[in-house]
């Protein structure tokens, strides 16, 4: 890819910008989330977490801040920096930054499963076939009753209901996905099958160029 992936992220702080907007939606929705997770400790696995503004600011402020412990995956240093200083200033003394290929399953095996899986800007980046794989392997990545949060644009062709048809075929009950009125396509999944074994050395997708 040859996408500038820090310069990217300018556009949340545009207000009213699809990315902003985005935000918003993944933010609420975890929020709720962690109001209704189960009492005791947490996990939360990020894949492509870039600057951390989905999670990080939403574990700052949330009562349940303390019970998780979270690992953000991303490549490109200068926002996984962004995003190790936002948690330390946040005390967030749980969450890891990683930078990694997110793609890699190893990166998240002594986590999974965990009760929060963010899956944010990737199926936007990645081919139709890939994004089927890592829903399948957001089966192993999420627990049962654990949430998977998700993005994807609801431009033409519109993915969105196919991919809500891929999570369901996978054992995923739908608890929120935006419509295509928002312009902006937020998918959030409940895991209620049992966690499969997470493979060993797999990749689950590749970014491909958009133009």
Known sequence: MTRDWYAWHDDYDRPGSALARRLAQVRRQLHDALDQAPAGPLRAVSLCAGQGRDLIPVLATHARRDDVTARLVELDPRNAEIAAAAARAAGLTGVQVVVDDAARTDAYADLAPADLVLVCGVFGNISDADIRATVRHCAALCRTGGTVFWTRHRRTPDLVPTIC???????????????PADRVGVGVHRFLGAPRPLPV??????FVERT
């Open 165 to 179: 048809d891929w999570f369901v075929a996978e054992g995923f009950t739908s608890i929120a996905v935006t419509s």
């Open 201 to 206: 050395g797999e990749r689950m997708f590749e």
